[in-house]
Each structure stands twice: as C-alpha cells, then as structure tokens.
C-alpha cells in the first residue's frame, strides 16, 4: 500500500546547495516528474501525480559542481509542504557544518513521509540523526566515511539503494536514477516505475539489498 | 586521433531553450564536467581538458519541460567558440519554427568539430541540413517522425547512438549519458571515459551501431 493519497498530488522536493552535483538532483527530477504524468495517463487521474520543486537556503542561482546556474523554486522561508525529501550530494562539507541548513532539516524531516539521499547526500541526513542505526548506503568514495560518521549504521557496499521505510539512501549519482524508480514502484506500482524508465530509455539497475 | 589539440581545453556547449528535457541537458553536463576533471587528473594535465557552458536564444531563465529553472550562460550574441555543441530534446516544436534559432545553428555549425543531438534534438539539427544522408537516431518515440522529416537520413533503432564523425545523434533521454561517455572515449581514450563512467557510477550502455 502507498502511504499516500492517491488522488492527492505528492509533493517532492529537491533541496540544492551551492556546488551540489548536476545528475544527483537532475536524475530524481526527471525520475519524478515523468511519473507524474505517466502515473496520471496510465490511471486515468485528472491530474498529475507528482508536484515536483526545488528548495534553497536563499532565494538566488545555485552554483552547481560544474557551474551549472539553478534558480531554486522556493526557500526554507516559503516552501509548500514536503511528502518526500531528496537530498543530493555534492560538495556537502559547507552543508554540515551550516547551522541554518541543519535546523531547517531537522525540522522537516519530522513532518516528510520519505526522506531520500543520493550519493553524500546521506552525509545532511546524517547530521540530523537520520541515519543512526539504520542499513545505509552512499557514493563508493564516501562509504568509509560514512561509517566514521554514523558507528551505529549498517552501511552497505555495491547496492544502489538501501530502502529502510521513511528512509532511503542511494549510491552515486546515477544510482539516484534507480533509487528514484524504485520509489516510483513504491508509490504506484511497478507498472509505472516502468513506464517511467522506457519512457528515460533507462537501464534500470536494481540491484538493491 | 583525438581531432583536438590536448592542451587546448575543448569548448562544449549545450543549447537550452523553454521545454528542454532535463536529463537531456543534465546527463551529457554532467559526463562532459567530470570528463574535465578526470582527464586532467588521469593525465597530468595543468588546466581542465574541457569547458561545459550553456547557450539559449536570450539570457532569461529557462523553464524546462518539469519547470525546472536554468539560468544559461550565453545567449546566442555573446558565447565563446564552440568545438562541440550538444543539441538536447523536449519539446522541439517550437524550435524548428524559430527562425532566430536556425539562424544561429546554421551559423553555429559551419565552425563546430562536433554537432550531437540527444533525443529529439535530432529534429532541431534535422532543420539545418545536419542529418541529409546521414545514420542518425532519436527518442524510440520519435522514429518514425524523424525518417519522415529527413527521408534521406538512415534511422537506425535499438541503438543507443550513432556516430558519424561530426554529427553524434543519441537515443532518448538516458542515451545522452551513453553518446557522451563515447565522445569522451573518443576525444580522450577508453580509460578516461570508464573513469568518468566509474566516478558517476553508471553502468554503460554501449549498444551503438
């Protein structure tokens, strides 16, 4: 069963930060967003399934890695609601040591349905507790890390996501394609999820714990 | 024989207009920016080996076909030499009717090394002749349009790019992450292209012609 509503638009958020990594973000956006509307063609609904936007700190461009220029949608002062959180990587050591990134966090992630990382992305969720004695997974450069960081989490090697419930954490940049579709199957099936991924021309890899 | 001197970074381009896929965009910035850094690093190189940038008609935000926002780099008055332009799809309509965008391709190309097309970008570089007596692919969905609008093209399926020298057409959506690890490996040599693949951990489809 799905958590939600099904007649209720879902609403997914992307965080972004300055030098956060293009396809961490841009693969679930895409994942996403196409599920919205092959969930509404494939079931009939009258509207799409998913509302997917992106949330910064401040209103200004973000600066991607490779300097990409992202206006987010919306700031921490103004966002709608968020049943599902996706938190990129990147170049994340300026996001756990910022202290408004952390208490807006913290808050929102109590009222999320799922909250989601790609690659070191799980290094954010990681410092609001998210990933304590929990089965995890991050970038193959970060897996190490990781366990530093988080003793009490399982972290597990050559998966691409390791799906706990109200959280899931995805390997390396692409591996967020393949969490992302698996959240997909999720939430309205796998019919769906493979619409999504032949809609992508997508080698969905699932090799998933 | 890379076509480019090594020393020289490579100038990629990627064109954005209103209703671009995201991934379209996305997955070939992402592989063409790691690609920098990787060959750099790999081969000792003192500056990075290429430089990613975007290109739309005016210099507003983009909103994509998800209604993601892009803020483009140049506009089509003010960008630097382009060795190799990356055309993605989304909703082309628009732009096989914008004469001040075929203008500009038309103009644009005669000085390219390399015109690649993701998905139905292929009908954009159709609009200029491009693709006249070429082996060319697309968007599985676009198949049948595209041999349509060009009838001396040869529209090759079940591939995941086709390169014909100068003009690289790719699949749909994902494919564009496929067709840039080949230029990658073609500009740079296989190990450069499987380090990028490694650091982005994607599994490559190689399924071209």
């Not at 992307?14 to 079931?43: H, N, T």
């Not at 304590?132 to 530093?148: F, G, P």
Request: net charge negative; charged share 20%.
């Amino acid at each position: 069963m799905s958590p939600f509503q099904e007649t209720k638009p879902i609403n997914v958020a992307i965080l972004l930060y300055d030098q956060v990594e293009e396809l961490d973000f841009c693969g679930p956006f895409e994942v996403f967003k196409s599920a919205a509307y092959e969930a509404m063609r494939i079931r009939e609904w009258e509207q799409p399934a998913m509302r997917v936007f992106t949330i910064a700190q401040q209103p200004g461009l973000i600066m991607t890695s490779g300097e990409l220029l992202i206006q987010p949608h919306f700031t921490f002062e103004n966002h709608p609601p968020i049943d599902l959180l996706v938190v990129p990587g990147g170049n994340d050591d300026p996001q756990v040591q910022n202290p408004v990134l952390l208490e807006w966090l913290s808050k929102v992630v109590r009222h999320t349905e799922i909250n989601a990382s790609v690659c070191t992305g799980a290094n954010i969720l990681a410092k609001v507790g998210l990933l304590d004695n929990r089965k995890v997974t991050t970038h193959w450069s970060n897996l190490d890390h990781l366990a530093e960081i988080v003793p009490t989490a399982e972290v597990q090697r050559n998966v691409r996501w390791v799906d706990e419930g109200t959280l899931i954490t995805g390997a390396g940049i692409s591996a967020g394609i393949d969490m992302s579709l698996h959240v997909v199957e999720r939430l309205f099936g796998r019919a769906i999820a493979e619409a999504v991924a032949r809609y992508m021309e997508y080698n969905w890899s699932e090799n998933a714990t």
